[in-house]
């Protein structure tokens, strides 16, 4: 069974930073691309960033791109999100996924979407 388990979420102000961790486990993890998406409130899943299975082609999305690093430990099969400068409107749920193919386009990245797990609540006070 795939299990993907986000950790690292928080309360912190904005211009702060947090680290988000993501546990993999039931797939074979090396061999897969994966993103982070997040959704806040009311609004539509967004897809924030994609790294494939080496971790050497990396997307962002263009509201996050210069402020959150992606990064993986296949050792340690986990998927790293590292958000700096946080604005407000970075307060959302996010999630892992793993990914049928790896891309950096957004509409596509959704759509590849294998399995998610249940989210880490981010939330960025003013």
């Known amino acids: 069974e795939v299990q993907l388990v986000e950790s690292g979420g928080g309360l912190v102000q904005a211009g702060g930073s947090l680290k988000l961790a993501c546990a993999a486990s039931?797939?074979?993890?090396?061999?897969?691309?994966m993103t982070w998406v997040r959704q806040a409130p009311g609004k539509e899943l967004e897809w924030v960033s994609s790294?494939?299975?080496?971790?050497?082609?990396?997307y962002y999305g263009d509201s996050v791109k210069g402020r959150f690093v992606i990064s993986r430990d296949n050792a340690k099969n986990t998927l790293y999100l590292q958000l700096n400068s946080l604005k407000t409107e970075d307060t959302a749920m996010y999630y892992c996924?793993?990914?049928?193919?790896?891309?950096?386009?957004?509409?596509?990245?959704?759509?590849?979407?294998?399995?998610r797990g249940q989210g880490t609540q981010v939330t960025v006070s003013s």
């Open positions: 996924a793993n990914l049928r193919y790896m891309t950096g386009i957004p509409h596509l990245a959704l759509e590849a979407i294998l399995s």
């Open positions: 039931g797939f074979t993890f090396r061999t897969h691309a």
């Open positions: 790294i494939n299975r080496n971790g050497d082609d990396i």
